[in-house]
Protein backbone atom coordinates (compact mmCIF):
# COMPACT_ATOMS: atom_id res chain seq x y z
CA UNK A 1 0.00 0.00 0.00
CA UNK A 2 1.24 3.51 -0.66
CA UNK A 3 2.82 5.03 2.54
CA UNK A 4 2.79 9.07 0.78
CA UNK A 5 0.29 11.44 2.22
CA UNK A 6 -3.08 11.53 -0.26
CA UNK A 7 -3.08 13.16 -3.70
CA UNK A 8 -5.32 16.29 -5.12
CA UNK A 9 -7.00 13.33 -7.19
CA UNK A 10 -7.06 11.08 -4.07
CA UNK A 11 -8.97 14.11 -2.03
CA UNK A 12 -11.40 14.53 -5.06
CA UNK A 13 -11.90 11.07 -5.33
CA UNK A 14 -12.89 10.93 -1.21
CA UNK A 15 -15.25 13.72 -1.71
CA UNK A 16 -16.94 12.50 -4.70
CA UNK A 17 -17.40 9.09 -3.14
CA UNK A 18 -18.32 10.36 0.60
CA UNK A 19 -21.12 12.68 -1.43
CA UNK A 20 -22.33 9.89 -3.72
CA UNK A 21 -22.54 6.74 -1.01
CA UNK A 22 -22.16 8.47 2.69
CA UNK A 23 -24.57 11.45 1.93
CA UNK A 24 -21.54 14.50 2.34
CA UNK A 25 -23.36 17.45 2.12
CA UNK A 26 -21.64 21.24 1.97
CA UNK A 27 -20.57 22.15 5.20
CA UNK A 28 -21.58 25.69 5.73
CA UNK A 29 -22.49 28.19 8.94
CA UNK A 30 -20.61 28.26 12.32
CA UNK A 31 -21.74 24.90 13.51
CA UNK A 32 -18.64 23.40 10.85
CA UNK A 33 -16.11 24.99 12.55
CA UNK A 34 -17.00 22.73 16.35
CA UNK A 35 -15.95 19.20 16.71
CA UNK A 36 -14.54 17.21 13.96
CA UNK A 37 -15.18 18.06 10.75
CA UNK A 38 -18.27 16.55 8.85
CA UNK A 39 -15.94 14.97 6.54
CA UNK A 40 -14.21 13.31 8.74
CA UNK A 41 -16.99 12.16 10.13
CA UNK A 42 -17.94 10.66 7.27
CA UNK A 43 -14.37 9.03 6.81
CA UNK A 44 -15.03 7.58 10.10
CA UNK A 45 -18.25 6.19 9.36
CA UNK A 46 -17.08 4.58 5.98
CA UNK A 47 -13.86 2.83 8.11
CA UNK A 48 -16.21 1.60 10.22
CA UNK A 49 -18.56 0.47 7.86
CA UNK A 50 -15.99 -1.75 6.20
CA UNK A 51 -14.18 -2.60 9.33
CA UNK A 52 -10.91 -0.74 8.60
CA UNK A 53 -9.18 1.12 11.36
CA UNK A 54 -11.02 4.12 12.17
CA UNK A 55 -8.46 7.13 12.42
CA UNK A 56 -11.01 9.78 10.10
CA UNK A 57 -8.66 10.51 8.12
CA UNK A 58 -7.69 9.41 4.63
CA UNK A 59 -4.92 6.82 5.17
CA UNK A 60 -4.05 4.46 2.51
CA UNK A 61 -6.32 1.45 3.01
CA UNK A 62 -9.21 4.14 2.76
CA UNK A 63 -8.31 5.59 -0.50
CA UNK A 64 -7.85 1.64 -1.65
CA UNK A 65 -10.90 0.72 -0.80
CA UNK A 66 -12.73 3.67 -2.42
CA UNK A 67 -11.33 2.65 -5.84
CA UNK A 68 -12.62 -0.74 -5.58
CA UNK A 69 -15.14 -1.63 -8.62
CA UNK A 70 -18.74 -1.13 -6.54
CA UNK A 71 -22.22 -0.90 -6.71
CA UNK A 72 -23.41 2.96 -7.17
CA UNK A 73 -26.37 2.49 -4.18
CA UNK A 74 -25.27 4.52 -1.17
CA UNK A 75 -24.31 2.58 2.04
CA UNK A 76 -25.62 5.18 4.68
CA UNK A 77 -29.31 5.80 3.45
CA UNK A 78 -30.46 9.67 3.62
CA UNK A 79 -32.67 10.06 6.79
CA UNK A 80 -35.79 10.17 5.55
CA UNK B 1 -27.75 -7.16 6.63
CA UNK B 2 -29.90 -4.05 6.04
CA UNK B 3 -32.95 -2.64 4.40
CA UNK B 4 -34.57 0.04 2.89
CA UNK B 5 -37.27 1.15 5.45
CA UNK B 6 -38.71 -2.50 5.03
CA UNK B 7 -39.57 -1.53 1.36
CA UNK B 8 -40.79 -4.87 -0.26
CA UNK B 9 -43.20 -5.68 -3.69
CA UNK B 10 -46.57 -5.94 -2.21
CA UNK B 11 -46.98 -9.52 -4.02
CA UNK B 12 -44.71 -12.55 -4.25
CA UNK B 13 -45.27 -12.46 -8.37
CA UNK B 14 -42.73 -10.23 -9.72
CA UNK B 15 -42.28 -9.05 -13.40
CA UNK B 16 -39.08 -8.20 -15.07
CA UNK B 17 -38.19 -6.53 -18.59
CA UNK B 18 -34.81 -6.23 -19.93
CA UNK B 19 -35.10 -3.38 -22.31
CA UNK B 20 -31.99 -3.41 -23.84
CA UNK B 21 -28.57 -5.32 -24.41
CA UNK B 22 -24.62 -4.89 -23.81
CA UNK B 23 -22.70 -5.55 -26.51
CA UNK B 24 -20.13 -7.20 -24.50
CA UNK B 25 -22.13 -11.03 -24.23
CA UNK B 26 -24.68 -12.71 -26.36
CA UNK B 27 -28.01 -12.32 -26.11
CA UNK B 28 -28.45 -15.75 -24.63
CA UNK B 29 -25.61 -15.01 -22.08
CA UNK B 30 -27.21 -11.91 -21.05
CA UNK B 31 -31.04 -13.90 -20.52
CA UNK B 32 -29.42 -16.55 -18.63
CA UNK B 33 -27.02 -14.21 -16.34
CA UNK B 34 -30.42 -12.43 -15.51
CA UNK B 35 -32.39 -15.53 -15.50
CA UNK B 36 -29.90 -17.03 -12.47
CA UNK B 37 -29.19 -13.68 -10.63
CA UNK B 38 -33.07 -14.07 -10.32
CA UNK B 39 -32.63 -17.52 -9.19
CA UNK B 40 -30.67 -16.86 -6.39
CA UNK B 41 -33.36 -15.11 -4.21
CA UNK B 42 -36.00 -17.15 -5.70
CA UNK B 43 -34.26 -20.63 -4.52
CA UNK B 44 -34.56 -18.74 -0.77
CA UNK B 45 -37.78 -17.04 -0.54
CA UNK B 46 -41.63 -16.84 -1.74
CA UNK B 47 -40.50 -14.38 -4.60
CA UNK B 48 -41.13 -16.01 -7.93
CA UNK B 49 -40.39 -14.06 -11.35
CA UNK B 50 -41.78 -13.57 -14.43
CA UNK B 51 -40.08 -12.27 -17.56
CA UNK B 52 -42.28 -9.89 -20.28
CA UNK B 53 -41.24 -8.64 -23.45
CA UNK B 54 -43.40 -5.63 -23.44
CA UNK B 55 -44.81 -2.59 -21.21
CA UNK B 56 -43.68 -1.83 -17.84
CA UNK B 57 -41.93 -4.45 -15.69
CA UNK B 58 -41.49 -4.21 -11.95
CA UNK B 59 -38.36 -4.78 -12.22
CA UNK B 60 -37.09 -2.98 -15.64
CA UNK B 61 -32.94 -3.71 -16.33
CA UNK B 62 -30.89 -2.21 -18.52
CA UNK B 63 -27.55 -0.66 -19.76
CA UNK B 64 -26.48 2.66 -20.17
CA UNK B 65 -23.95 4.73 -20.00
CA UNK B 66 -22.74 7.92 -18.33
CA UNK B 67 -26.34 10.36 -18.01
CA UNK B 68 -28.88 7.55 -18.94
CA UNK B 69 -31.95 9.54 -17.48
CA UNK B 70 -32.65 8.63 -13.93
CA UNK B 71 -30.88 11.56 -12.66
CA UNK B 72 -27.31 9.46 -11.18
CA UNK B 73 -24.85 9.55 -13.77
CA UNK B 74 -22.34 6.73 -14.62
CA UNK B 75 -18.67 7.58 -14.39
CA UNK B 76 -17.21 5.76 -17.10
CA UNK B 77 -15.13 2.16 -16.50
CA UNK B 78 -15.04 0.90 -13.75
CA UNK B 79 -15.95 2.84 -10.26
CA UNK B 80 -19.71 2.48 -10.35
CA UNK B 81 -20.56 -1.15 -11.79
CA UNK B 82 -24.41 -0.47 -11.40
CA UNK B 83 -26.87 0.78 -9.06
CA UNK B 84 -30.44 -0.18 -8.55
CA UNK B 85 -33.95 1.12 -6.88
CA UNK B 86 -35.83 0.15 -3.85
CA UNK B 87 -39.32 -1.93 -4.38
CA UNK B 88 -41.94 0.73 -5.40
CA UNK B 89 -43.94 1.95 -8.69
CA UNK B 90 -42.30 3.77 -11.84
CA UNK B 91 -38.41 4.04 -11.47
CA UNK B 92 -38.62 2.15 -8.30
CA UNK B 93 -37.04 -1.39 -8.70
CA UNK B 94 -35.37 -1.22 -11.59
CA UNK B 95 -31.80 -2.12 -12.50
CA UNK B 96 -29.45 -0.24 -14.78
CA UNK B 97 -26.09 -1.52 -15.42
CA UNK B 98 -22.80 0.40 -16.59
CA UNK B 99 -21.95 0.14 -20.33
CA UNK B 100 -18.89 1.66 -19.65
CA UNK B 101 -17.81 -1.64 -17.58
CA UNK B 102 -16.93 -5.24 -19.71
CA UNK B 103 -19.55 -7.47 -18.05
CA UNK B 104 -18.58 -11.04 -18.76
CA UNK B 105 -21.03 -13.93 -18.51
CA UNK B 106 -18.07 -16.86 -16.81
CA UNK B 107 -14.62 -15.52 -17.01
CA UNK B 108 -12.32 -14.08 -14.24
CA UNK B 109 -11.89 -11.01 -16.75
CA UNK B 110 -13.98 -7.88 -16.22
CA UNK B 111 -16.84 -7.68 -14.49
CA UNK B 112 -19.72 -10.77 -14.38
CA UNK B 113 -23.15 -9.70 -15.08
CA UNK B 114 -24.27 -12.86 -13.06
CA UNK B 115 -22.88 -11.60 -10.08
CA UNK B 116 -23.50 -8.36 -10.39
CA UNK B 117 -27.26 -8.39 -11.34
CA UNK B 118 -27.27 -11.24 -8.38
CA UNK B 119 -26.01 -7.66 -6.25
CA UNK B 120 -28.66 -5.41 -7.86
CA UNK B 121 -31.44 -7.40 -7.60
CA UNK B 122 -31.13 -7.89 -3.95
CA UNK B 123 -31.88 -4.13 -4.09
CA UNK B 124 -34.60 -4.67 -6.54
CA UNK B 125 -35.99 -6.59 -4.02
CA UNK B 126 -35.51 -4.37 -0.60
CA UNK B 127 -32.26 -5.31 0.86
CA UNK B 128 -29.30 -2.24 1.04
CA UNK B 129 -26.04 -2.66 1.23
CA UNK B 130 -24.43 -5.10 3.78
CA UNK B 131 -21.07 -5.03 5.62
CA UNK B 132 -20.28 -8.44 6.15
CA UNK B 133 -17.56 -9.29 3.62
CA UNK B 134 -18.76 -12.13 2.60
CA UNK B 135 -22.11 -11.07 1.60
CA UNK B 136 -23.42 -10.89 -1.70
CA UNK B 137 -25.07 -7.08 -0.49
CA UNK B 138 -21.21 -6.05 0.34
CA UNK B 139 -20.70 -2.88 -1.97
CA UNK B 140 -18.08 -4.00 -3.33
CA UNK B 141 -17.35 -6.67 -6.03
CA UNK B 142 -15.82 -9.61 -5.82
CA UNK B 143 -14.77 -12.86 -8.45
CA UNK B 144 -16.43 -15.66 -7.22
CA UNK B 145 -17.01 -18.44 -9.07
CA UNK B 146 -20.61 -18.72 -10.83
CA UNK B 147 -20.76 -22.33 -10.91
CA UNK B 148 -20.25 -22.80 -7.49
CA UNK B 149 -22.31 -19.59 -6.04
CA UNK B 150 -24.42 -20.18 -3.07
CA UNK B 151 -26.28 -17.38 -1.89
CA UNK B 152 -24.31 -16.43 1.84
CA UNK B 153 -26.01 -16.89 5.41
CA UNK B 154 -26.57 -12.83 5.52
CA UNK B 155 -28.18 -12.19 2.62
CA UNK B 156 -30.53 -15.54 2.76
CA UNK B 157 -31.60 -14.20 6.48
CA UNK B 158 -32.02 -10.70 4.87
CA UNK B 159 -33.84 -11.33 2.22
CA UNK B 160 -36.28 -14.26 4.65
CA UNK B 161 -36.47 -11.30 7.23
CA UNK B 162 -39.02 -9.36 4.03
CA UNK B 163 -40.50 -12.16 2.33
CA UNK B 164 -40.40 -14.92 4.91
CA UNK B 165 -38.57 -18.35 3.74
CA UNK B 166 -39.37 -20.32 0.28
CA UNK B 167 -42.20 -22.32 1.00
CA UNK B 168 -41.17 -24.96 -1.22
CA UNK B 169 -37.97 -25.45 0.45
CA UNK B 170 -36.42 -28.89 0.96
CA UNK B 171 -39.53 -31.39 0.20
CA UNK B 172 -37.25 -34.21 0.75
CA UNK B 173 -35.94 -34.43 4.56
CA UNK B 174 -32.87 -36.94 2.82
CA UNK B 175 -31.54 -34.83 0.87
CA UNK B 176 -31.44 -31.38 2.51
CA UNK B 177 -30.30 -28.14 0.39
CA UNK B 178 -26.51 -26.87 1.47
CA UNK B 179 -26.44 -24.38 4.50
CA UNK B 180 -25.59 -21.19 3.35
CA UNK B 181 -22.06 -20.28 3.73
CA UNK B 182 -21.69 -17.42 6.94
CA UNK B 183 -18.90 -15.44 7.25
CA UNK B 184 -16.06 -16.92 9.93
CA UNK B 185 -16.46 -14.79 13.10
CA UNK B 186 -12.49 -14.09 14.95
CA UNK B 187 -14.73 -13.27 18.12
CA UNK B 188 -16.09 -17.09 18.09
CA UNK B 189 -14.18 -19.34 20.79
CA UNK B 190 -14.21 -22.23 18.25
CA UNK B 191 -12.86 -20.85 15.21
CA UNK B 192 -10.54 -23.56 13.87
CA UNK B 193 -7.87 -21.31 11.65
CA UNK B 194 -6.97 -22.89 8.43
CA UNK B 195 -3.61 -21.29 8.09
CA UNK B 196 -1.38 -18.19 9.61
CA UNK B 197 1.64 -16.97 8.07
CA UNK B 198 3.55 -13.47 8.01
CA UNK B 199 3.95 -11.37 5.34
CA UNK B 200 6.40 -8.41 5.66
CA UNK B 201 5.19 -7.81 8.89
CA UNK B 202 1.72 -8.10 8.65
CA UNK B 203 0.13 -11.13 10.21
CA UNK B 204 -2.24 -13.21 7.86
CA UNK B 205 -5.14 -15.41 9.03
CA UNK B 206 -7.15 -17.78 6.71
CA UNK B 207 -10.56 -19.11 7.55
CA UNK B 208 -12.86 -20.82 4.70
CA UNK B 209 -13.10 -17.89 1.66
CA UNK B 210 -11.01 -15.26 4.30
CA UNK B 211 -8.35 -13.96 5.43
CA UNK B 212 -7.65 -11.48 8.05
CA UNK B 213 -4.98 -9.32 7.54
CA UNK B 214 -3.27 -7.73 10.89
CA UNK B 215 -0.46 -5.18 11.32
CA UNK B 216 1.36 -3.05 13.69
CA UNK B 217 -0.04 0.47 12.42
CA UNK B 218 -3.52 -0.81 12.76
CA UNK B 219 -5.30 -2.46 16.06
CA UNK B 220 -8.49 -3.56 13.45
CA UNK B 221 -7.92 -6.81 11.55
CA UNK B 222 -9.16 -6.29 8.21
CA UNK B 223 -11.39 -9.42 6.71
CA UNK B 224 -10.91 -9.65 2.81
CA UNK B 225 -12.03 -12.65 0.72
CA UNK B 226 -9.25 -14.39 -0.70
CA UNK B 227 -10.59 -13.83 -4.22
CA UNK B 228 -10.68 -9.99 -3.87
CA UNK B 229 -7.36 -10.08 -3.14
CA UNK B 230 -6.26 -13.47 -5.43
CA UNK B 231 -8.76 -14.65 -8.29
CA UNK B 232 -6.22 -17.26 -9.13
CA UNK B 233 -6.26 -18.74 -5.27
CA UNK B 234 -7.93 -21.29 -4.54
CA UNK B 235 -10.03 -21.25 -0.89
CA UNK B 236 -10.16 -23.41 2.10
CA UNK B 237 -6.02 -22.96 2.01
CA UNK B 238 -4.74 -25.58 4.13
CA UNK B 239 -1.03 -23.95 5.14
CA UNK B 240 0.64 -21.04 4.64
CA UNK B 241 4.40 -19.88 5.46
CA UNK B 242 6.78 -16.92 5.02
CA UNK B 243 10.23 -17.82 4.03
CA UNK B 244 12.58 -15.10 4.70
CA UNK B 245 15.34 -16.62 2.59
CA UNK B 246 13.39 -16.38 -0.22
CA UNK B 247 10.93 -13.38 0.86
CA UNK B 248 8.03 -15.33 -0.44
CA UNK B 249 5.08 -16.69 1.25
CA UNK B 250 4.20 -19.82 0.05
CA UNK B 251 0.04 -21.30 0.45
CA UNK B 252 -0.64 -24.73 0.19
CA UNK B 253 -4.08 -27.00 -0.85
CA UNK B 254 -3.77 -30.31 -1.64
CA UNK B 255 -1.10 -31.15 -3.76
CA UNK B 256 -0.61 -27.86 -4.70
CA UNK B 257 1.77 -24.60 -3.65
CA UNK B 258 1.27 -21.59 -4.88
CA UNK B 259 4.09 -18.75 -4.33
CA UNK B 260 3.31 -14.82 -3.59
CA UNK B 261 6.20 -12.17 -3.77
CA UNK B 262 4.44 -8.81 -1.55
CA UNK B 263 1.03 -9.90 -3.07
CA UNK B 264 1.72 -10.71 -6.35
CA UNK B 265 1.41 -14.33 -7.15
CA UNK B 266 4.30 -15.80 -8.51
CA UNK B 267 4.68 -16.76 -12.58
CA UNK B 268 4.80 -20.61 -12.72
CA UNK B 269 2.81 -21.51 -9.89
CA UNK B 270 1.08 -23.43 -8.54
CA UNK B 271 3.25 -26.26 -8.59
CA UNK B 272 3.50 -29.52 -7.30
CA UNK B 273 4.01 -30.34 -3.77
CA UNK B 274 7.38 -32.51 -4.45
CA UNK B 275 8.89 -28.88 -5.49
CA UNK B 276 9.61 -28.69 -1.71
CA UNK B 277 11.17 -31.82 -1.86
CA UNK B 278 8.14 -33.49 0.03
CA UNK B 279 7.26 -37.07 -1.13
CA UNK B 280 4.32 -37.83 -3.87
CA UNK B 281 2.84 -40.09 -0.30
CA UNK B 282 2.05 -36.62 0.88
CA UNK B 283 -1.33 -35.27 -0.14
CA UNK B 284 -2.23 -32.47 1.80
CA UNK B 285 0.03 -30.21 4.13
CA UNK B 286 -1.62 -29.55 7.80
CA UNK B 287 0.53 -26.90 8.49
CA UNK B 288 4.15 -25.03 7.84
CA UNK B 289 6.48 -22.43 9.19
CA UNK B 290 9.89 -21.01 8.53
CA UNK B 291 12.32 -21.32 11.35
CA UNK B 292 13.78 -18.25 11.00
CA UNK B 293 17.23 -19.35 13.28
CA UNK B 294 17.87 -22.76 11.18
CA UNK B 295 16.98 -21.33 8.19
CA UNK B 296 14.64 -24.02 7.13
CA UNK B 297 11.13 -24.65 6.39
CA UNK B 298 9.05 -27.14 8.58
CA UNK B 299 5.79 -29.08 6.58
CA UNK B 300 3.48 -30.42 9.36
CA UNK B 301 1.74 -33.77 7.91
CA UNK B 302 -0.60 -35.95 10.56
CA UNK B 303 1.36 -36.35 13.30
CA UNK B 304 4.81 -36.08 11.50
CA UNK B 305 6.73 -32.84 10.24
CA UNK B 306 9.39 -32.65 7.85
CA UNK B 307 12.16 -30.31 7.57
CA UNK B 308 13.03 -28.60 4.33
CA UNK B 309 16.27 -26.77 3.06
CA UNK B 310 15.36 -24.34 0.61
CA UNK B 311 18.82 -23.26 0.28
CA UNK B 312 20.13 -27.02 -0.51
CA UNK B 313 16.79 -27.63 -2.03
CA UNK B 314 16.47 -30.75 -0.13
CA UNK B 315 14.77 -32.47 2.69
CA UNK B 316 16.91 -32.96 5.74
CA UNK B 317 17.68 -36.24 6.82
CA UNK B 318 16.20 -38.03 9.51
CA UNK B 319 12.17 -36.71 8.51
CA UNK B 320 10.20 -36.99 9.03
CA UNK B 321 9.65 -37.02 12.83
CA UNK B 322 7.06 -36.95 15.11
CA UNK B 323 5.63 -34.04 15.59
CA UNK B 324 5.96 -34.49 19.42
CA UNK B 325 9.52 -35.50 19.37
CA UNK B 326 10.38 -31.82 17.93
CA UNK B 327 8.40 -29.89 19.90
CA UNK B 328 7.20 -32.07 23.72
CA UNK B 329 4.22 -31.61 24.77
CA UNK B 330 2.43 -31.03 21.03
CA UNK B 331 -0.10 -34.60 21.02
CA UNK B 332 -2.51 -32.87 19.01
CA UNK B 333 -2.76 -32.33 15.30
CA UNK B 334 -1.02 -29.07 13.88
CA UNK B 335 -3.59 -27.17 11.92
CA UNK B 336 -1.54 -23.75 11.03
CA UNK B 337 1.88 -22.68 12.42
CA UNK B 338 4.17 -19.13 11.95
CA UNK B 339 7.20 -17.80 14.13
CA UNK B 340 6.68 -14.47 15.51
CA UNK B 341 9.67 -12.54 17.49
CA UNK B 342 11.55 -15.88 17.21
CA UNK B 343 8.44 -17.88 19.25
CA UNK B 344 7.34 -20.71 17.52
CA UNK B 345 3.42 -21.00 17.53
CA UNK B 346 1.90 -24.18 16.69
CA UNK B 347 -2.13 -23.82 16.34
CA UNK B 348 -4.34 -26.88 17.17
CA UNK B 349 -7.76 -26.40 17.12
CA UNK B 350 -8.71 -22.98 18.70
CA UNK B 351 -5.69 -23.48 20.55
CA UNK B 352 -1.94 -22.00 20.49
CA UNK B 353 1.09 -22.88 21.97
CA UNK B 354 3.68 -21.46 22.21
CA UNK B 355 7.43 -22.48 21.91
CA UNK B 356 11.13 -21.98 22.10
CA UNK B 357 13.20 -23.32 19.43
CA UNK B 358 16.30 -23.19 21.21
CA UNK B 359 15.42 -24.89 24.41
CA UNK B 360 12.00 -26.99 22.81
CA UNK B 361 10.24 -26.18 25.69
CA UNK B 362 6.29 -25.26 25.41
CA UNK B 363 5.96 -21.97 27.13
CA UNK B 364 2.47 -21.12 27.26
CA UNK B 365 -1.08 -22.35 26.01
CA UNK B 366 -2.92 -19.69 24.43
CA UNK B 367 -6.20 -18.67 22.39
CA UNK B 368 -6.95 -17.47 18.59
CA UNK B 369 -7.42 -13.73 20.20
CA UNK B 370 -3.84 -13.66 21.13
CA UNK B 371 -2.99 -13.19 17.67
CA UNK B 372 -6.39 -12.44 15.78
CA UNK B 373 -8.04 -9.92 18.37
CA UNK B 374 -12.27 -10.10 18.97
Known amino acids: ?80 | FTTFDNRKWQTNQVTYRIENYTPDMSVAEVDNSIERALQVWAKVSPLRFTRIYSGTADIMISFGTRNHGDSYPFDGPDGTLAHAFSPGPDIEGDAHFDDDEYFTFSSTRGYNLFLVAAHELGHSLGLSHSNDPGALMYPVYSYTDPSTFSLPRDDVNGIQYIYGPNPDVNPNPDKPDPTPPSTPDACDPTLVLDAVTTLRGEKMFFKGRFFWRSYSQSSTPQQNLIKTFWPGLPDNINAAYESQLSDRVFLFKDRQVWALSGYDIVPGYPKNLNSLGLPSTVKKVDAALYDVDSRKSLFFVGDYYYSYDEEMKRMDKGFPKRVDEGFPGMTSKVTAAFQVRSFTYLYSGSYVFEYSMRTRRQLRVLGNSYFLPC
Open chain 1, 1 to 80: LPISPPTEEDEVLAETYLKRFFNLTEETGPTARRGPSQRSRKVSEMQTFFGLQVTGTLDAETVTMMKKPRCGVPDVQPSR
